[in-house]
T-cell receptor, first 114, second 113 residues
C-alpha cells in the first residue's frame, strides 16, 4: 500500500464549479499535512497547510480527519488558473528530528474548462 | 517568486561527465532536500540535510553525491550517470525540522545522453 494515495484524475470541471480532492495516508504517526500545487514543468508550490481544525484560504478549504487518516481539499468557484496538479503531502519516517521528510502523493490533475 | 535558487536550470551531460547541481537559500532554513521528479510522477526524496548533516539518504546510487558546505548551500555532484537518471532535480528547504512546509527551487532539468 502506498504511503499517500490520491485519485490521479483528471478532474475536468467547468469554470465556477466546486471540486473536492481526497487523500489518504497510511502512517498513523504522520504529523504534518500540506497541499501543494504544481503547474506543468514547474516546481511544487505550497498551497496550504492542513490542520486538525480545518483551514480556509479564500476559495480553498482543507480538512484533516486523523481518525480516518484522510485529508481533503475543496476548491470553490473554480478559475481557469486553478488548472494544475494538486499534491497531497504528509510527513513520514520515524519521530526523531531530522528523520522526517515530506512524502508526496501521486497528485490529482485538475483541468478547469471555460 | 521562489527564494530557493537552483543552478543550472537545464543541463545536458554525457555518461562519462562529472557535473554539479547547486542550490542556495537565504531564508535561514535548517533543513535542505534533494528530490528527483520524473514526468507525470510526484517528487521522490533523495537526500535530507538537517543542520548541515546528512540525515536521510533514500538508498540513492553512489553516482549521486550530496554536499552541504554551509547552512545556505546544497550541492549534488553527479558522476557516471545513466540515461534513466534524466529527470527534474528539485532542491527544497524548510525552517525547523523536516516536518514543516518546504519551499522548492525551480529545479534543474537534467538530460543524460
Amino acid at each position: 500500500r502506498k504511503e499517500v494515495e490520491q485519485d490521479p484524475g483528471p478532474f475536468n470541471v467547468p469554470e465556477g464549479a466546486t471540486v473536492a480532492f481526497n487523500c489518504t495516508y497510511s502512517n498513523s504517526a504522520s504529523q504534518s499535512f500540506f497541499w501543494y500545487r504544481q503547474d506543468c514543468r514547474k516546481e511544487p508550490k505550497l498551497l496550504m497547510s492542513v490542520y486538525s481544525s480545518g483551514n480556509e484560504d479564500g476559495r480553498f478549504t482543507a480538512q484533516l480527519n486523523r481518525a480516518s487518516q484522510y485529508i481533503s481539499l475543496l476548491i470553490r468557484d473554480s478559475k481557469l488558473s486553478d488548472s494544475a496538479t494538486y499534491l497531497c503531502v504528509v510527513t513520514s519516517g520515524v519521530m526523531d528530528t531530522g528523520r522526517r521528510a515530506l512524502t508526496f502523493g501521486s497528485g490529482t490533475r485538475l483541468q478547469v474548462q471555460p | 517568486d521562489t527564494e530557493v535558487t537552483q543552478t543550472p536550470k537545464h543541463l545536458v551531460m554525457g555518461m562519462t561527465n562529472k557535473k554539479s547541481l547547486k542550490c542556495e537559500q537565504h531564508m535561514g532554513h535548517r533543513a535542505m532536500y534533494w528530490y528527483k521528479q520524473k514526468a507525470k510522477k510526484p517528487p521522490e526524496l533523495m537526500f535530507v540535510y538537517s543542520y548541515e548533516k546528512l540525515s536521510i539518504n533514500e538508498s540513492v546510487p553512489s553516482r549521486f553525491s550530496p554536499e552541504c558546505p554551509n547552512s545556505s548551500l546544497l550541492n549534488l555532484h553527479l558522476h557516471a550517470l545513466q540515461p534513466e537518471d534524466s529527470a527534474l532535480y528539485l532542491c527544497a528547504s524548510s525552517q525547523g525540522g523536516a516536518d514543516t512546509e518546504a519551499f522548492f527551487g525551480q529545479g534543474t532539468r537534467l538530460t543524460v545522453v
